[in-house]
């Protein structure tokens, strides 16, 4: 349409009697109401009148008394009260649907099993806000997302826009909804902060190529930097399944969900026995495959093998040859930002899920790697090198060995977790 029709069309329409016009509107569904609501003021101005989305309202949901009640009581709310409220409900309503999928749980997990298909239909994704030190906050979109197991590796890729390593000062996380009801009509999105981390912390190096050096900065938040001017490659952030749905959609704009405090549950272990009846799901993978994934159960420590705050708990042990796991793949973390891509050799992504004596999920981590060569083998069965990697929290931490069986070939042949006394009493309620 040329301006001089469009300014015709709009001439016409101002002119207009405001009877006809909210009659004409009334004969739009809702997908055509909200759309005719972005082409002019006046137009967005009459499409937000309350009776015409009261109906919209109505026939969507049904009329009760309550509800006639309320309408015909205040009449006179703010224009776009019920349009408001339309899409409200209508995202209530799609989020109570999915969330229903979230009560199958994985016997071998603990975690809700579709929690990938749940995210996705809930049209969740994350954006990241990056501030520096002068005050100014960049929000940047998802580059690309990689679900494996029981976690998701997010990441972002500025293609020259990311500051300076020196120039930032935190990273905000925030999951975001965007739902689409139906073809021509996008809901209002609604963003959740999920959590703040600060570059005021000293990196841990995990690997390197000859493109970038990879940069842990706490567990499941690593920087890539170009080796050669050491400026921000990229972010990634590897997230946890567990309360993930929640974390990404029940948050506001500033505050994170806070999970409902339930009552601890009861434990009539024998104090002089230890910890009994715990099961491990572990899973080795990278950005783009799986590894090797394993669910331990009956785990148990003595009140002999506490030491030093820690509960010690052994999956994997390495005189148990029967328990030793054989790597599926290579081991390297694949990594692209915008038209380049390589991989990181030693370096995966560990993904543990530590169930208590009931079967809840209580300890979850998921974060990049690095596998050091080990100082001595801890099993002579294998002539080949072995390494070691780490990853520790302020629930624990877990060591893994590997032995190399081939060129790039290894076996799982150790896993110990160690679980803070504090996190175990905590969660006991004693």
């Known amino acids: 349409?040329?301006?001089?029709?469009?300014?015709?069309?709009?001439?016409?329409?101002e002119r207009l009697p405001s009877h006809i016009l909210i009659k004409v509107l009334s004969y739009?569904?809702?997908?055509?109401?909200?759309?005719?609501?972005?082409?002019?003021?006046?137009?967005?101005?009459?499409?937000?009148?309350?009776?015409?989305?009261?109906?919209?309202?109505?026939?969507e949901f049904g009329e009760t008394e309550e509800l006639k009640l309320e309408y015909t009581?205040?009449?006179?709310?703010?224009?776009?009260?019920?349009?408001?409220?339309?899409?409200?409900?209508?995202?209530?309503?799609?989020?109570?649907?999915?969330?229903?999928?979230?009560?199958?749980?994985?016997?071998?997990?603990?975690?809700?099993?579709?929690?990938?298909?749940?995210?996705?239909?809930?049209?969740?994704?994350?954006?990241?806000?990056?501030?520096?030190?002068?005050?100014?906050?960049?929000?940047?979109?998802?580059?690309?997302?990689?679900?494996?197991?029981?976690?998701?590796?997010?990441?972002w890729s500025g293609g020259g826009l990311l500051p300076d390593l020196q120039q930032i000062s935190s990273l905000r996380l925030h999951g975001v909804?965007?739902?689409?009801?139906?073809?021509?009509?996008?809901?209002?999105?609604?963003?959740?902060?999920?959590?703040?981390?600060?570059?005021?912390?000293?990196?841990?190096?995990?690997?390197?190529?000859?493109?970038?050096?990879?940069?842990?900065?706490?567990?499941?938040?690593?920087?890539?930097l170009?080796?050669?001017?050491?400026?921000?490659?990229f972010f990634m952030f590897t997230l946890h399944f567990h309360k993930l749905v929640e974390r990404s959609v029940h948050g506001s704009p500033l505050c994170p969900y806070n999970e409902p405090t339930l009552k601890a549950p009861f434990d009539d272990t024998d104090p002089e026995y230890g910890l009994h009846g715990y099961q491990l799901h572990f899973v080795l993978h990278d950005t783009v495959s799986e590894l090797m994934s394993g669910s331990y159960s009956k785990l148990f420590c003595s009140k002999a093998q506490i030491s030093d705050g820690l509960v010690r708990l052994t999956a994997v042990s390495s005189t148990n040859l029967g328990q030793h796991t054989p790597l599926s793949g290579t081991v390297a973390l694949p990594w692209r930002?915008?038209?380049?891509?390589?991989?990181?050799?030693?370096?995966?992504?560990?993904?543990?899920?530590?169930?208590?004596?009931?079967?809840?999920?209580?300890?979850?981590?998921?974060?990049p790697?690095?596998?050091?060569?080990?100082?001595?083998?801890?099993?002579?069965?294998?002539?080949?090198?072995?390494?070691?990697?780490?990853?520790?929290?302020?629930?624990?931490?877990?060591?893994?060995?590997?032995?190399?069986t081939g060129e790039q070939t290894f076996v799982l042949v150790s896993l110990v977790v160690f679980v803070a006394v504090g996190k175990l009493n905590r969660h006991f309620g004693r």
């Open 337 to 367: 930002c915008e038209a380049l891509r390589a991989a990181v050799q030693n370096c995966c992504v560990m993904s543990l899920t530590l169930l208590d004596e009931f079967g809840q999920p209580f300890w979850c981590v998921s974060s």
């Open 226 to 233: 170009w080796k050669d001017k050491r400026s921000v490659a």
């Open 177 to 224: 909804r965007r739902p689409l009801r139906r073809p021509g009509l996008e809901l209002p999105s609604s963003r959740s902060f999920m959590e703040e981390v600060l570059l005021s912390k000293s990196l841990q190096l995990i690997g390197e190529d000859r493109l970038v050096e990879l940069w842990l900065l706490q567990p499941g938040v690593t920087i890539g």
């Open 1 to 13: 349409m040329s301006r001089r029709a469009h300014k015709s069309s709009q001439n016409l329409i």
């Open 73 to 155: 009581e205040v009449p006179d709310r703010a224009a776009g009260h019920w349009k408001q409220r339309y899409f409200r409900s209508l995202a209530a309503r799609d989020l109570r649907k999915w969330k229903r999928r979230l009560q199958r749980v994985s016997c071998h997990t603990g975690l809700p099993a579709d929690t990938e298909l749940v995210l996705r239909n809930l049209h969740v994704t994350w954006e990241l806000t990056v501030c520096d030190g002068s005050g100014q906050n960049t929000v940047h979109g998802l580059s690309w997302a990689r679900f494996c197991g029981t976690c998701v590796t997010v990441c």
């Open 369 to 404: 790697v690095s596998m050091a060569p080990s100082q001595a083998p801890v099993c002579y069965d294998y002539a080949g090198e072995h390494f070691l990697a780490q990853c520790e929290d302020s629930g624990g931490k877990v060591e893994m060995q590997l032995a190399q």
């Open 28 to 59: 739009l569904d809702a997908a055509a109401l909200f759309t005719v609501g972005h082409v002019s003021r006046l137009l967005h101005q009459f499409a937000s009148d309350n009776s015409l989305w009261y109906k919209r309202y109505i026939a």
